[in-house]
């Protein structure tokens, strides 16, 4: 039986377009309704036939639907809630799949606070963005973390999670602030840090733009990839989990002046004992399954 027979994504973009890409490819008879904001992507939407229908408006496309899933930027989830809730149906569920959880769900239950909500954050994605950067395939073996609110109908949870495991993804169930503690450190910060070193070097005034992209070794290319995702985004994730993001960043700028200081003073062992810790990180990532152990990312070097 299937979890869902009418869903209605809100937001057409990577995830969105994934998302729907996925639902045509795994649950061929689930009919799929899409809407964006912006009249471009649902032009795009509808040449590559993304949906089995793509409104102009949000309102029109969750009628009947029994799940809804608002793939839209953090900053705009209560507004959207807002603008679907005299068309959500009393019966359907809600999701959203925002990188933060809390001030989000905080959102969406000022607007709708009878709905049956199951936030659902599938841990994957690539620095592209728009309707024609999805495909089926972007959840599966990826982490699918829901955070449900506290009184959520256990039925509701159980529907939404099976849709997503059909969609190939692993799924945890995690407290809405735990979770946003979570991925202040392994998302967040990691995206801060991307975006603040490419801006140094494109700033230094002693090296040239055309260098930097000439001499760019891996490290600073793999910074760029994460640097060049949707800001739009990543502004509103910083926003709207701006406290965890901040406890994490304390830490990891008092973990850099202890490094400042080792290499200072010439402590050789302190930098050793640090870097030799942190490879094991990386062998349990490639462990889990969760990255490429070939050298270098899996480049091909001639």
Not at 81 to 87: G, S, T
Not at 89 to 95: F, I, V, Y
Not at 156 to 184: C, F, P, Q, S, Y
Request: glycine share 6%.
């Amino acid at each position: 039986m299937l979890p869902f027979s009418r869903v209605a994504i809100i937001g057409l973009g990577l995830i969105g377009s994934s998302l729907a890409r996925g639902l045509r490819a795994y649950l061929p008879t689930v009919r799929v309704t899409g809407h964006d904001a912006n009249p471009e992507v649902r032009e795009t939407a509808r040449r590559i036939d993304l949906c089995d229908d793509v409104t102009d408006t949000a309102g029109a496309a969750v009628i009947d639907a029994d799940l809804v899933v608002l793939c839209v930027p953090p900053g705009v989830m209560g507004a959207v809630a807002e603008a679907i809730r005299d068309d959500l149906s009393p019966d359907a569920t809600l999701s959203e799949v925002a990188s933060s959880q809390a001030s989000i769900i905080a959102e969406i239950r000022k607007v709708l606070p009878e709905v049956a909500l199951v936030p659902a954050h599938p841990v994957a994605g690539t620095e592209n963005s728009g309707p024609e950067a999805g495909f089926a395939t972007l959840f599966r073996n990826r982490w699918c973390i829901l955070t449900p609110p506290q009184g959520t109908d256990p039925l509701a949870i159980t529907r939404v999670e099976d849709l997503w495991k059909r969609l190939g993804a692993n799924v945890e169930i995690m407290d809405a602030e735990h979770h946003d503690l979570v991925l202040a450190v392994t998302s967040h910060l990691p995206h801060l840090i991307a975006y603040t070193i490419v801006g140094t070097a494109s700033d230094l005034e002693n090296v040239t733009r055309s260098e930097v992209i000439k001499y760019s070794a891996g490290g600073f290319r793999d910074f760029t990839r994460i640097a060049a995702s949707d800001p739009t985004m990543w502004r509103d994730v910083f926003l709207t989990n701006k406290d965890a993001v901040l406890e994490m960043l304390q830490r990891f700028s008092e973990d850099l002046s202890q490094l400042q200081r080792a290499i200072r003073w010439g402590d050789g062992d302190a930098l050793f004992e640090h870097f030799n810790k942190t490879r094991a990180i990386r062998r349990s990532i490639i462990e889990q399954g969760q990255d490429d152990a070939a050298p270098d990312f899996g480049r091909q070097h001639q």
